[in-house]
């Protein structure tokens, strides 16, 4: 494992393994969870990001995360995007063996920088792997299900190498928080899934859009995605050359003593990119949509919203009472 606040120190060798076409997950934390520390600062009296809080229970959201990804996919190809500052919370996560590798940034530059950063440090590692890339403030109600459509993703991916596949969910209601895909003609099968082209996104509509959206049969966007390394990096050349020149100059300097300087040296001159906006609403590769049926989820932005989703999937937690007295839902 890979001391929070470190990038790897090991060598290519080392890490490089046995299969080839192997299947990797980015498990991707590096966020502050600015809106939700009302209710963060509630549950663990403190200002921590929300991925280190144990909202459900008592494991934290990258706990879940990361116990839900090791479903499919072990520690040892597995990879957390954090950040340097957070590294006191991550001690008590990462503390165990197996566990992750995980990547600090020196500073936020955006789900881009985070995106391509693992990207680029798996390459070295696996050029041709598959990769699924999982934010890690998500509820997922039926887990079983959640896998079983990552998986199919995965075998789509590995069958048809130019695309890229995200997983889209059956939205609830004309939600104007969160990213819509609109599905277009079917590009093929995996297992009993079929899966769509996409034919445009739509990132946070006004209520009017969300609710022609909705009525429209669009899914909500998990952001959850699998494609083949060379394909997210080909993707990052095209849409964000600038922020992909920074982060390349890095494979000169895995695994040596300058790391941590290069590091520090490409984040400063690495512009800010939101990897939806930016990457794949503007890039020329094909997207595809694999719908998950049977999935309640919920992107755990506010304090709202995560009373909202304790309360329909009937889960307890011993803050909720007096969260909802206090008036901070």
């Known amino acids: 494992m890979i001391r929070p606040g470190k990038l790897s ?12 076409e192997a299947v990797w997950a980015v498990v991707l934390a590096g966020g502050e969870g600015v809106r939700l520390r009302p209710l963060v600062r509630r549950v663990c009296d403190d200002e921590r990001p929300k991925q280190f809080c144990p909202l459900f229970g008592s494991r934290t959201l990258v706990r879940e995360t990361l116990d839900r990804v090791g479903r499919l996919i072990p520690p040892e190809r597995t990879v957390v995007v954090g950040m340097q500052s957070h590294a006191r919370y991550q001690a008590g996560e990462f503390g165990e063996q197996p566990g992750p590798y995980v990547l ?7 789900t881009g920088a985070a995106v391509l950063l ?19 403030d998500h509820f ?13 993703m995965v075998d789509f991916v ?18 104007t928080e969160y990213g819509w895909i609109e599905p277009g003609q079917r590009v093929g099968w995996t297992g009993p899934s079929p899966v769509y082209g996409i034919r445009r996104f739509q990132e946070k ?42 982060l390349m100059r890095l494979s000169a300097f895995w695994g040596s003593e300058h790391e941590r300087w290069a590091l520090h040296h490409a984040y400063a001159l690495a512009p800010t990119v939101n990897f939806s906006r930016a990457v794949l609403e503007a890039c020329s590769l094909p997207l595809a949509v694999l719908e998950a049926r049977g999935l309640t989820w919920c992107d755990l932005g506010s304090p709202e919203r995560v009373v909202k989703t304790l309360v329909g999937a009937g889960v307890s937690a011993p803050w909720l009472a007096a969260s909802a007295a206090s008036g901070v839902a």
């Open 140 to 152: 997922i109600g039926e887990e079983e299900v959640f896998v079983t459509h990552v998986s199919e």
């Open 205 to 246: 509509p006004s209520k009017e859009v969300a609710e022609a959206l909705f009525t429209g049969g669009c899914l909500w966007n998990t952001f959850v995605f699998a494609a083949r390394l060379p394909a997210v990096l080909a993707a990052g050349r095209e849409c964000v050359p600038s922020l992909y020149e920074c």
């Open 9 to 20: 120190g090991r060598r290519q060798s080392e890490v490089r393994s046995a299969g080839h």
């Open 118 to 136: 693992a990207a680029l440090w798996i390459e070295a590692r696996e050029p041709q792997a598959t990769v699924v890339f999982f934010p890690s």
């Open 104 to 110: 600090n940034q020196p500073g936020n530059r955006g």
């Open 158 to 175: 590995k069958r048809q190498p130019e695309w890229t596949v995200l997983l889209g969910v059956q939205p609830s209601g004309p939600e």
